[in-house]
């Protein structure tokens, strides 16, 4: 009873920050990424009734607390769906810096959920919606989770009007559009304050917070129509507004939520400055320090050496594929 899943980090470009007050974790904001070939977490999941108690091991190291707790949350609702009562062994490892605002968690537990229902040999909807039904299981898990089960260009909404369990859903495949996101990670270092509690943290003393769950939406379909449409300018100017409000609502939290670090001060200015050399080039910046700069493919090799001499590691990524068994 072992199976390996690989799944793929997203980068929101429509971001999601909050979560409503109903259960399940379900997101306060629409949100809208792109699954990113390049940034890969392989997950294993050995299902095995000689253990006496889950195991979770992230890149060689044995872990315990709350990160092993999530772990097994999915697992317990895996062994509700197949009858037993077998603990795992899970090991996993990401390709790219793990817990410091690249969604590692995204595609670690997209890459559980794949992994432990095929170890497993069931599907949590039998007979169709498989796949939706996954995407629940591992926004209750992680929510931009969701979106990492699937690839190209995934939506995920509110769940306000479908019962308040919404599942990620495909807004164009990955082939729908050629696209770069250059990434400059200004640390190797996990973040010091988890998106989970930032976002409690934010929402209980932000003033901001209520305005951006009320603007978030119209940023979200102004994302959703420049990727149909294909307009660059018109993506980047959303996302890069998109990610600028997330983080003035982190900022006005008390105290303050700051994830930016000088290097990111430093790679916003640059970008700007390619703007006006006549690159397309917008910036938006997950719950950490590191920018991810939207751009087209044949820029990205300009923008990443723009980005290099501010960075610990950069990378260009294209629009991936979903999670997947391996």
Not at 232 to 249: I, K, N
């Amino acid at each position: 009873m072992k199976a390996t899943a690989v799944a793929r980090s997203n980068i929101a470009l429509a971001k999601y920050w909050g979560k409503r007050a109903v259960p399940g974790n379900v997101p306060a904001t629409p949100s809208l990424s792109i699954t990113l070939a390049g940034l890969e977490t392989r997950t294993t999941v050995s299902f095995d009734a000689a253990l006496e108690r889950d195991a979770f091991t992230l890149g060689g190291a044995l872990v315990d607390g709350e990160p092993l707790a999530r772990v097994t949350r999915v697992l317990d609702e895996v062994r509700a769906l197949a009858g037993f009562a077998h603990r795992a062994r899970v090991e996993s490892a990401n390709d790219f810096p793990t817990a410091s605002g690249l969604a590692s968690s995204a595609s670690g537990f997209a890459a559980l959920v794949r992994a432990a229902l095929a170890a497993a040999k069931v599907e949590p909807a039998p007979g169709g919606g498989a796949l939706a039904a996954a995407s629940r299981m591992a926004r209750r898990a992680s929510a931009s989770a969701a979106r990492s089960m699937f690839g190209g260009f995934v939506a995920l909404g509110t769940g306000e009007g479908e019962g308040d369990d919404p599942a990620a859903v495909v807004v164009a495949p990955k082939e729908h559009w050629e696209i770069a996101v250059v990434v400059g990670a200004v640390t190797l270092a996990p973040k010091n304050v988890g998106s989970t509690s930032g976002m409690q943290h934010c929402r209980d003393t932000s003033p901001y917070f209520p305005a951006w769950v009320e603007d978030a939406p119209k940023l979200f379909a102004e994302v959703r129509r420049a990727v149909l449409a294909r307009d660059l300018a018109a993506l980047g100017a959303a996302a890069e507004a998109s990610a600028l409000r997330m983080h003035a609502c982190m900022m006005a939290s008390d105290p303050a939520l700051l994830y930016f670090q000088p290097a990111t001060m430093t790679l916003l200015a640059e970008v700007r400055a390619l703007r006006a050399q006549g690159v397309g080039a917008w910036a938006t910046i997950d719950a950490g320090p590191h920018v991810k700069v939207i751009t087209a493919l044949a820029d990205a090799p300009r923008v990443e050496a723009a980005l290099q001499p501010h960075c610990a590691r950069t990378l260009v990524a294209v629009p991936g594929d979903g999670a997947e068994v391996a």
